[in-house]
């Protein structure tokens, strides 16, 4: 599948070493846990140094460096998922980066299911907050292993017990400490590393860990006071009688986290946590197609598009697809066969991301991210393969909560409002419906800031100035038959009965519109042959 002169497949030792140096994870938080504080510092650390002014920029800093979009400049805030990539002790990390406003959460979600692993920070004086929750909740339906960085531990804390508790009880999840804070807030002097059983002062470099014989080492006394190593040494004892031990095996399978502590804000424990990244994290895995399952390992290139962003650089208008590699090895020139249409797709420029800056890859590997240009071939949920029928699985939409009818003010732009539209959906910027008796479309959002990014958009980038109207729905579900073989007659059915209630996605699957809740569930008991869903795979 390549042109003459290109050559694509590698050997496949060669893919699985590649594959094999890849840390593919995101950070999951609530807002203001330090989600950026600590992507500066991991960059920093893994020598991706000229960036910590790109993630960190605030104020007019942060606007120039994001006027791609217009709302971003208005709101102050990051809407776009980036890809930041690092190297360090000889592997590479790939951190994709995921929005923190709540109301982007549907972006968040897809970029999850491109990851091999997650850190979880928590706010040390806050503990699990709704987002961290919400979040973590779409890494367990994956089966993603979580570690977990308990931050700001510079400031007044909750008690480490308390919060491992609330870990265990909140989220269902075996929680075992490999570092233990020494002192609190401003009498933080640093963690003892629970399985090197090393200390490792606060102020004091990767490198800096001094090895004691255990945590009632007399030594400790005399580097931290008597105060704080004797409180160190009883809560170290209950912490090996009471909580579990680090099992490599229970976190790969998504039901143990290790906790680190630290402070990203003063730098510490960051290498820490990297180390835990690079030793427990897996590379990337076997992943679940509909045909097969696909090794990384193998020669033929595979991957899916998570994502597609339009306008990414104001002079380029286009717009880019992230695909997450999960076996081969891409390089450039190649043409790959987009699954679901059939059609080849050249890779001429396959993009790395460097926060906001683009580089061309040359070649990438499983558990790589690259972004293909296209005019819009390209969805979220694409399969891309060198010439294999499969589909990789799990891509998710998911039931907007917020429907409006789009009112035009001008109606001479309807059909430029039609592409738009439909361009923007393919994006996920927001859901279309076509409303099955013919009325104005409806869009679907999962937050009110994704209306006025749909608004925005509209007119910036397209000319085409349009308003919401309130709908009398409060919520929508995919409808499928409970028996795909023989109910398709019932969808049908509802169809015709529901059609001021009914739509079309903008794959042509029927969804159904609901006043309320009860409406819903009266819906589901009437129709026991159909399925109600509120989550959808893509293709
Ligand atoms: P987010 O991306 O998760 O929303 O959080 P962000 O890193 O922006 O951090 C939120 C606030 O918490 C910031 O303060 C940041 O400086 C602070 N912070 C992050 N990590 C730590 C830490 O380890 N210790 C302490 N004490 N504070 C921390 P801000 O006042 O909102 O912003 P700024 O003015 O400091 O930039």
Redesign the pocket.
Known sequence: MTPAGVSATAAPNEVSAEAGRRRTFAII????????????KLLLRGGAIQLAGAV?A?GNARRTRSDWMKIEQDRGISVATSVMTFERGGLIFNLLDTP?HEDFSEDTYRTLTAVDAAVM?L?AAKGIEAQTRKLFEVCRLRDIPIITFV?????EARDPFELIDEIEKTLALDAAPVAWPVGRASEFAGTWDMLARHFLPVDADDRSAITLSGPDDPKLAELVGAERAAALAEEVGLAEAACPEFDLEAFRQGTLTPVFF?????D?GIGHLLDGLARYAPPPQSRAADARPVEPGEPALTGFVFKVQANMDPNHRDRVAFVRLCSGRLVKGMRLKQVRTGKQVPVNAPLFFFAKDRQVAEEAWPGDVVGVANHGTLRIGDTLTEGEALNFRGVPSFAPEILRHVRLEDPMLAKKLKTALSQLAEEGVVQLFRPLDGSNPVVGVVGQLQLDVLQSRLKVEYGVPAGFDDTMWQMMRWVTPADPGSDRAALDRFATTNRRDAGEDHDGELVAFFGSDWRRKRAEEEWPMLRFHAVREQH
């Open positions: 938080a609530h807002p203001d846990a330090g989600k950026t504080t600590l992507t500066e960190r605030k923190g920070v706010d931050n700001k531990m510079d400031r630290g402070s990203a804000l003063r510490f």
